[in-house]
């Protein structure tokens, strides 16, 4: 086993692999980027490094920083975490040419499941059902054609897309040129990829999807599954354990199909296959996720399986310690998500300090966070700043603990979403789990909720914005501070140096 690991990453996922590590006595590392000196997960860690300035380009996502960190550290190996590095090939690469362990799948694998297009004809080749649609990629020419043949309506998405980017839905053929084009220089912009293929739309879909395990000896299992149809702008918001109305038949054969998917692959570590659900109980492939998922911790409710440290154990080389016939769902698990936002403006970023944190606790209740009263929430990073999550007996008590937990939560200094958690959970349409991915608009936008909808282009100009004076109020400040400190010691600094007198004090918590 490992004696010494280096976690890729900030906030809960990263506080969250600390524990798992401290678990097993494995010495842990942090990275942070220079506004994250005074995080959590700087605290948690036994050692930590700063690796550079906020913008997660210029520290996170900086893989060669990174490995030589492990390296300088005497890390065998990096967990990347859930976003930046963690579903790079080329970050696993990296690793395996350095002589770090990447604890997830090789990079090839990460790769042929980035590719959507190589995703669906690697499913079909193993005989798991994708969406009805093409698995080449197409000109616009055949574009036309298929979908003329086909008839409407349909899904045109990006190969190298996936989480809702560059997808675009035709509804009648007139609008189709303009949505080949539109999609196409959307990909050309995002992706550096202009590979389109197309599917048939599903109508009213839940998103149910399927977490796997598998260990470098050929066994793979999986710990069933999760629904997350409740999304807003492609971003999870409430996830629970097991899905509604979910059959043991369809259940059963969801799992094999993931199974077969993480067999073909040769996947090691864990994974997550995301399938879409029709009225009718039909499931679909849509895109296997390499990583850990943010709402890995519900399945770790009710199955009672650590994924965290079992990713570490497989990829240390050792066998799944258990079987598939050994696993099993006890009870019922629900993630809230809560975000720096606020639910009565458009769920703008809220970003600040948070002045109070009392975070919910008692029977049932597990809250993951990378936060702690005093701390600040910026806008260069996802603006998560917890994950409450609750397990019940049943249904009905996991939503009567969330309940009860929201009530709880004390978050002051900036706006959360915790209110509109509060709507969910008395929705009678969430309440008989009859929902699709269509509830928050249907259900929850409007009113108070939603005053008046802004465009997506609107709010994501808004968010570069935000971003963009967040980067140049950095600046001015490192710049302010660098020449008071050259005048008053004379000094450059290292900051390797600075940093080592204090990293004595890491772990403590103190
Ligand atoms: C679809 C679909 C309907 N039909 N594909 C959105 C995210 C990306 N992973 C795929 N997505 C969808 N693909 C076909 N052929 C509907 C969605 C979709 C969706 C899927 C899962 C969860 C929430 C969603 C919200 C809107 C659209």
């Excluded at 994250?36 to 906020?54: K, M, N, Q, S, T």
């Excluded at 669906?120 to 003329?148: C, F, N, S, Y």
């Excluded at 992706?191 to 000896?217: M, N």
């Excluded at 008071?484 to 600075?498: E, H, Y």
Aim: hydrophobic share 40%.
């Amino acid at each position: 086993m490992f004696q010494k690991v280096l976690i890729a990453n900030r906030g809960e996922i990263a506080v969250r692999v600390m524990r798992a590590c401290r678990e097993m006595g494995i010495k842990t590392v942090a990275v942070f980027s220079d506004v994250d000196r005074d995080a959590l997960h700087v605290r948690f860690a036994d050692e930590a490094y700063p690796i550079g300035p906020p913008p997660a380009r210029e520290s996170y996502l900086i893989g060669e920083r990174i490995v030589e960190v492990a390296k300088k550290a005497g890390a065998q190996a990096i967990h990347p975490g859930y976003g930046f590095l963690s579903e790079r090939g080329e970050f696993a690469d990296l690793c395996a040419k350095e002589g770090v362990v990447f604890i997830g799948p090789r990079g090839d694998v990460m790769r042929s499941m980035g590719d959507k297009v190589t995703a669906r004809q690697t499913m079909e080749k193993a005989g798991v059902p994708i969406v009805p649609g093409t698995t080449e990629r197409l000109t616009d020419e055949a574009l036309t054609r298929w979908v003329r043949d086909i008839g409407p309506p349909v899904m045109i998405k990006a190969a190298a897309g996936g989480g809702g980017k560059g997808m675009r839905l035709v509804k009648d053929e007139k609008e189709l040129a303009s949505a080949i084009a539109r999609a196409r220089s959307e990909a050309r912009s995002s992706f550096g990829d202009d590979s389109l293929y197309v599917e048939k739309f599903v109508e009213e879909p839940r998103h149910i999807e399927i977490q796997i395990l598998a260990d470098s000896h050929g066994n793979a299992v999986h710990l069933f599954e999760r629904e997350c149809s409740i999304q807003r702008r492609h971003q999870k918001v409430v996830e629970e354990a097991p899905g509604n109305h979910i059959s043991p038949e369809l259940r059963a054969k969801m799992g094999e199909a993931a199974v077969a998917a993480a067999k073909a692959v040769d996947y090691v570590g864990a994974g997550t296959c995301e399938f879409l659900v029709d009225r009718h109980g039909h499931f679909y492939f849509l895109e296997m996720n390499t990583r850990v998922q943010v709402e890995h911790a519900i399945t770790e409710m009710v199955t009672g399986v650590d994924i965290v440290k079992t990713m570490i154990r497989v990829a240390a080389g050792e066998k799944l310690p258990f079987a598939q016939e050994d696993l099993s769902i006890n009870g019922h698990s629900i993630e809230a998500r809560i975000y720096a936002e606020d639910p009565d403006n458009n769920f703008v970023p809220s970003p600040g300090e948070i002045v109070v944190y009392r975070p919910a606790a008692g029977p049932g209740v597990r809250i993951d966070s990378g936060v702690y009263q005093g701390a600040r929430v910026t806008v260069f990073y996802d603006p998560m700043v917890a994950k409450l999550v609750v397990w019940g007996r049943d249904r009905q008590e996991a939503i009567e603990r969330l309940r009860r937990a929201l009530r709880e939560f004390v978050v002051k200094g900036i706006k959360t979403s915790i209110p509109f958690h509060q709507k969910v959970m008395e929705h009678p349409v969430f309440l008989a789990g009859k929902y699709d991915t269509g509830f928050i608009d249907q259900h929850l936008a409007g009113g108070k909720g939603d005053p008046r909808p802004v465009g997506e282009d609107t709010l994501e100009a808004r968010r570069v914005g935000f971003m963009m004076a967040a980067i140049r109020a950095y600046r001015r400040d490192k710049a302010r501070a660098a020449a008071a400190t050259s005048v008053a010691s004379g000094a450059g600094s290292d900051p390797w140096k600075s940093f080592s007198r204090r990293s004595q004090m890491r772990g403590c918590l103190r």
